[in-house]
């Protein structure tokens, strides 16, 4: 069982930036692929971005790709999501997602329910 707790959502002007944090309890956390998905309102959840198990593959939502960056650090059971140059309609509810099952291809985790584990999400509004 793993748990998953986001922070560090707020709100922020266009061309700013924010640092999403997930903390995630367990001691295997070295072994998920961690997901980032966002949902606005009125719209379904979006796939934003993944980072592998082993931290070697990424892969990107084409509207964040280049401005977004996935990241993370084992010893402190805890995945980021660096998130420059802001635009509204980067507005969303972000979620952070852990998968436990280990693909060779990253594109398998663009889907929602390839992820076991959810967190209850931080908002980001991002302001024009």
């Known amino acids: 069982q793993v748990q998953l707790v986001e922070s560090g959502g707020g709100l922020v002007q266009a061309g700013g930036s924010l640092r999403l944090s997930c903390a995630a309890s367990?001691?295997?956390?070295?072994?998920?692929?961690m997901g980032w998905f966002r949902q606005a309102p009125g719209k379904e959840r979006d796939f934003v971005g993944v980072?592998?198990?082993?931290?070697?593959?990424?892969l990107y939502a084409d509207s964040v790709k280049g401005r977004f960056t996935i990241s993370r650090d084992n010893a402190k059971n805890t995945v980021y999501l660096q998130m420059n140059s802001l635009k509204p309609e980067d507005t969303a509810v972000y979620y952070c997602?852990?998968?436990?099952?280990?693909?060779?291809?990253?594109?398998?985790?663009?889907?929602?329910?390839?992820?076991?584990?959810w967190g209850q999400g931080t908002q980001v509004t991002v302001s024009s």
């Open positions: 980072l592998s198990w082993n931290g070697r593959s990424t």
């Open positions: 367990g001691r295997t956390f070295s072994s998920y692929a």
């Open positions: 997602a852990a998968s436990p099952r280990r693909y060779s291809t990253i594109s398998y985790y663009l889907r929602a329910d390839e992820y076991a584990y």
